[in-house]
């Protein structure tokens, strides 16, 4: 199978306040861990879809259609890179992923799916950290015209849960799942890197 890792940069941080791709854990940007952990574990680069950023060495492609949220960068990642079977979506404020529970996901990913999705305690998804079928674009471009833009609603055939007692096999925490919408997330994570002794906050 050939899969596309891709890093989602299109959120304009209203609630935290700044630009959270731009954020420091450690002495280090938060995306670039994302980035070693998703090249590392599907051995090609990712790319940040969404909007260009001044940072060399990487490759950004803005969304074909701006605006739209995830369902826009998915779209444009299936459309930009339309010879991969699949496209692994993941939102670039998630800085705690563990890369075991990448590669588990990878290992059992079956081809016949249209999406791989991680179901979290009380029945909650999370469709940000997901594999999606490039048979699925023409389901995107349906709910776009029909101006249903959550990425649930492609949640309706061949879907593939990782059950949450699985996942706490690999991450007891579901620290991957954890993600920086407010200074309050920001801080509980800067708690979590310290008192787990993350020390370089890299894989």
Do not use: H, W
């Not at 890792?5 to 995306?31: A, E, H, M, Y």
């Not at 995830?70 to 339309?82: D, F, R, V, W």
């Not at 997330?185 to 708690?191: G, M, T, W």
């Amino acid at each position: 199978m050939k899969i596309k890792p891709v890093i989602l940069v299109g959120g304009k941080s209203r609630r935290f306040g700044t630009d959270k791709f731009f954020l420091v854990l450690n002495g280090n940007l938060v995306f670039e861990r994302t980035y070693r952990i998703l090249k590392s574990v599907f051995g090609v680069e990712p790319v940040f879809i969404g909007r260009q950023a001044p940072i060399s060495n990487y490759e950004f492609r803005e969304d074909l259609i701006p605006s739209l949220g995830p369902i826009g960068g998915l779209y444009t990642a299936l459309k930009l890179y339309n010879d991969v079977d699949f496209v692994f979506l993941v939102a670039c404020d998630m800085p705690l992923i563990k890369k075991e529970v990448l590669e588990y996901m990878k290992a059992t990913l079956d081809e016949q799916s249209f999406s791989y999705i991680p179901k979290l305690e009380n029945g909650f998804i999370e469709p940000m950290f997901a594999f999606y079928s490039s048979k699925l674009l023409p389901i995107v471009e349906r709910n776009i015209k029909a101006n249903d833009l959550k990425l649930r609603s492609l949640l309706i055939d061949k879907v593939q849960y990782l059950e949450v007692y699985k996942i706490k096999d690999i991450d007891p925490e579901l620290l991957s799942f954890l993600n920086i919408n407010t200074k309050s997330d920001f801080d509980r994570i800067c708690s979590i890197i310290k008192n787990e002794n993350i020390e370089d906050f890299a894989i």
